[in-house]
C-alpha cells in the first residue's frame, strides 16, 4: 500500500493474521499493505544481546561495523534478532524473559505486529551459556551413526525452540578438501555421502523441533586455495556438481530444511553470493526449493569491501537480492537505506523485494508468528513471575541428564582407535604417567562454536556453565587403584620446551604413559583450530611433536591421545606408539568416553571421517581422487594416509564371509543385490561399520578410484553374525559427464564392500546394461543395506 494509507484498527481479524485463510492469500494481503520501507524491514537482523536482568536485549556492537538503533528502526518492523542467547552470558530464564520482552515491544511498534524471528548457533549444540556442549560435526561423522546424530539434533531443538528461538545456523555441509583449513572441525567429513547423509539427519532432528535448519555454506567454502579462510575457490563444474552439492541437495529433498546460507567464497571470480545461477537457478529453478537464503555475517557488504563486485552499498544490495539472497545478517547495512533509496530511483525492481519479503513472510506465517493467539512468552516460562526475574534465575536448564546421556552415547561413538598393539585395553595398570597440554584442560574437549570458547573467553570472570571434567579427572575415577601422574611437557602452541625433562622422567617411572596432545579451539588466529585458524602444515602445534617423540624413546609403552579438530601427522609415532586414540572435540562428556575407551569399559567403534596425513605437508588430499592423485611412478611423492577415510579398530575382530551376489547384471534404470555375513568372532561385543564404496573402472570422465554410496553399523555380541542383503540401484552409480549432465553409463563397476576406504573385504564384479541414461535431481540417493540375525 502507499505510506499515507493507514492500517485500519477495527475488531474484525485481518486477513494476514486469520489462520484460517491460506498462507498465500495472508502473505498476499500483508505485502499489499506494506509500505516499501516496512518491506525492507522484513530482509534484515539487528545483532542483540539479552539482558541477564531480564529487561530487553541491548544491540551488540561488532567490530565491523557500529551498533544499530532499535528505536530507529522498529517502528517498520524487524525481520530477524541475531544471538540473543549467544552474544554476552545470561542466565536462560533471564535470557529467554529478555527475549519475550523484546518481542513484545517489536511487535507493538510496527503497524501489522509482526515479531522478528530470532536465530542462534548451534553447531555443536545451542550455543548459549550453560547448554550442552555437543561433539562437533567432525565427531559426528566418526560415529558413522545418523540416528544418534539426528536425536542429538532434536534436543537442540527442543531447548532452543523452549526459549523463543526461531532458527538455527546448522549444520555445516562443506566437505572437506584441505585439512589445513580452520574449519574442518566443523564439518563432517571429507565424503559427499557421508556428509549428506549424517548433516540430513541433523536437519531431520532440528526441524522435528519446529527450529528452521540452515543449511551452510553455500557452495565452494571448504575449497579455499590453500585451506585460508575465505580465500578463492577454484574447482571446476564437476567437483562443485559432484562434490560440493550432493550434501545440500540430500538435505534439502530428504531433510526438509527451510533455510540456505550463502558461502563467502567466489568460485571462479563469481562469489556465491551475487550468483544468480546457483541461488536462484539452482536451488529454486532446479532443486524447487522454497525457503529463505540467508547471506553469511557481513557477506553482502563483502560484495563490496572484499569482492569488488559492487561500488557502493546500495549495489552490493541490489546485486545479492538480484542473486537470490532474501535476509541480511547480522545486522542491517545493505538492506535498509542503500536498498530502499535504489528502489526508489529505479537501479533495484521492488519486485526483488516482494520476492524476498513474500519468503520471509511466507515462514513467519508457517511458524506461527502471525496467528492472532501469538504469545512471545515461551514454554519454558510458562506459569513464571516476570514482575520477579530473580526468582526465575536457575529456572531453565538447558544442560540436563537427558541432554549429558546423549552427549556421552555420541562422544563414545565417536572415538577413534586409530592403532593398537594390544597395550588397550589398559589392564588395571599400577602407575599411569598422564603427559600433554590437553591432559589436565577441561576446554580441550570444545569446538571454536561451543559457547565457553566461542564466547565465554571474552568473560573470564562467567563461570563455564557446564560441567567440563579433564582428562585427569575422568582417568582418576575410571581407574581409582592407579597412581596418575601429572606433567604438561609443552603448550599446545607456545613452542616450551622446558618440561620434556619432567616428562620424561614421570614417563620412566610409569607402567604406561598417556600422552594428551591436540588443539585449542579459537577463533581469527586464538586458537590452532577453528574459524580463522588456518594450517600451514598438518604438523602437530607448537612442540608436540618433540614431546611425543621425546617419549617415544623411552622403553616405556606411549598411548597418543588426540583431543583436535583436524587430522595431524603423527611422524614416527604412527609406528612406534602403543595406541593412538583419536577424538574430534568430543564435548563435555568426551573425556568420560576417551576414559572407558582406554579401560576397555567402552568398545572404540568411531571410524575417520578424514584420513589421517602420513607426512604434514601432503595437503590438499582425500581419499576421495581420481588415480593420478594416488602414489604414482610419476611423483616421488606418495600422498598415501597413515590411516585412511573409514579406518578404525575395535576390541574385537569380526570375519566377513559367504559373499553371493544375486542380481549382477542390471539395466542402467536397474539394481544389484547382493548379501553377506559379518561375525564378531572375538571374545568381546563390538560393533563393526560396514562401508560400501563403487569402483567405475571405464568412465567417459575421470572418476575417483573409489567413493563411498552407503554405511551401517553393525553390532554384534560374541559369536553373533548377521546376515547383510545390499540393493545397489543405478543411480547411484551416476555422475556428471561431459555435457554437464548427470549420467548412468553402461558397463562394468566393482561393488567394494569395505572395513575402510583402504581396506575391503569382500568384492563383487557387476554390470550396467543398456542405453546411457540421464537422471537429475530426483534421482534416488542410496544404496541400502538391510540386516538379519543369522541363527547357526
Known sequence: MNADVAVENTSAISLWNDPTASVTARVDALIDAMTLEEKTAQLYGAWVGASDEGGEVAPHQHDMEEAVDLDALLPAGLGQLTRPFGTVPVDPALGALSLARTQSRIAATNRFGIPALAHEECLAGFAAWGATAYPVPLSWGATFDPDVVRRMAAAIGRDMRSVGVHQGLAPVLDVVRDARWGRVEETIGEDPYLVGTIGTAYVQGLESAGIVATLKHFVGYSASRAGRNLAPSSVGPRERADVLLPPFEMAIREGGARSVMSAYTDTDGMPSAA????????????????????????????????????????????????????????????????????????????????????????????????????????????????????????????????????????????????????????????RIALIGPNAAEATAVLGCYSFPQHIGVRHPGTPLGIELPTLRETLAAEFPDAEITHARGTGVDDGDLSGLDEAARVAREADVALVVLGDRAG????????????????????????????????????????????????????????????????????????????????????????????????????????????????????????????????????????????????????????????????????????????????????????????????????????????????????????????????????????????EPRLTAGVVLTGAERHVDHTRLLHATIVQEPLTT
Do not use: M
Not at 305 to 319: E, I, M, N, Q, S
Not at 386 to 401: E, K, M, S
Not at 605 to 618: I, K
Open 275 to 430: 550468483d544468480e545461477d546457483l541461488l536462484t537457478g539452482l536451488l529454486r529453478e532446479t532443486w524447487g526449493f522454497e525457503g529463505t537464503v540467508v547471506a553469511d555475517y557481513f557477506g553482502i557488504a563483502f560484495l563490496k569491501t572484499l569482492h569488488g563486485v559492487a561500488a557502493d552499498w546500495a549495489g552490493a544490495a541490489g546485486t545479492a537480492l538480484h542473486a537470490g539472497i532474501d535476509v541480511e545478517l547480522p545486522n542491517v547495512k545493505t538492506y535498509g537505506a542503500p536498498l530502499a533509496e535504489a528502489v526508489a530511483d529505479g537501479r533495484v525492481p521492488e519486485e526483488l523485494v516482494d520476492r524476498a519479503v513474500r519468503r520471509v513472510l511466507t515462514q513467519k506465517v508457517a511458524l506461527g508468528l502471525l496467528d492472532p493467539d501469538w504469545d512471545p512468552v515461551p514454554a519454558a516460562l510458562d506459569g513464571a513471575d516476570p514482575d520477579d526475574p530473580a526468582a526465575l534465575r536457575g529456572r531453565i536448564d538447558l544442560d540436563g541428564p537427558e541432554n549429558r546421556a546423549l552427549a556421552r552415547t555420541l562422544a563414545e561413538e565417536a572415538v577413534v582407535l586409530l592403532s593398537n598393539d594390544g597395550t588397550l585395553p589398559l589392564a588395571r595398570p599400577r
Open 523 to 758: 577463533l581469527f588466529g586464538r586458537g590452532t583450530s577453528g574459524e580463522g585458524c588456518d594450517v600451514e602444515t598438518l604438523a602437530l602445534p607448537g612442540a608436540q611433536q618433540h614431546l611425543l617423540d621425546t617419549l617415544l624413546d623411552l622403553d616405556t609403552p606411549v598411548v597418543t591421545v588426540l583431543l583436535t579438530g583436524r587430522p595431524y601427522a603423527l611422524g614416527h609415532a604412527v609406528e612406534e606408539s602403543a595406541a593412538i586414540v583419536q577424538s574430534f572435540f568430543p564435548g563435555e562428556e568426551g573425556t568420560r568416553a576417551i576414559a572407558g575407551v582406554l579401560s576397555g569399559r567402552v568398545d572404540p567403534s568411531g571410524r575417520l571421517p578424514v584420513g589421517v596425513p602420513r607426512g604434514p605437508g601432503s595437503q590438499p588430499g582425500t581419499y576421495l581422487g581420481a588415480r593420478l592423485a594416488h602414489a604414482s611412478e610419476v611423483s616421488n611423492i606418495d600422498p598415501a594416509p597413515a590411516f585412511a577415510f573409514g579406518h578404525g579398530l575395535s576390541y574385537t575382530r569380526f570375519d566377513w564371509t559367504d559373499l553371493t551376489v544375486q542380481v549382477q547384471e542390471a539395466s542402467t534404470d536397474g539394481e544389484f543385490a547382493l548379501s553377506f555375513t559379518v561375525r564378531n568372532a572375538g571374545g568381546r561385543p563390538g560393533t563393526e561399520v560396514v562401508q560400501l564404496y563403487l569402483h567405475d573402472p571405464v568412465a567417459s570422465v575421470v572418476q575417483p578410484v573409489q567413493r563411498l554410496v552407503s554405511y551401517t553399523r553393525v553390532v554384534l555380541e560374541p559369536g553373533e553374525a548377521r546376515r547383510l542383503s545390499v540393493t545397489v540401484p543405478a543411480d547411484v552409480a551416476s555422475f556428471t559427464g561431459r555435457d554437464g549432465r548427470r549420467v548412468v553409463e553402461p558397463g562394468e563397476l566393482e561393488v567394494r564392500l569395505a572395513a575402510s576406504s583402504a
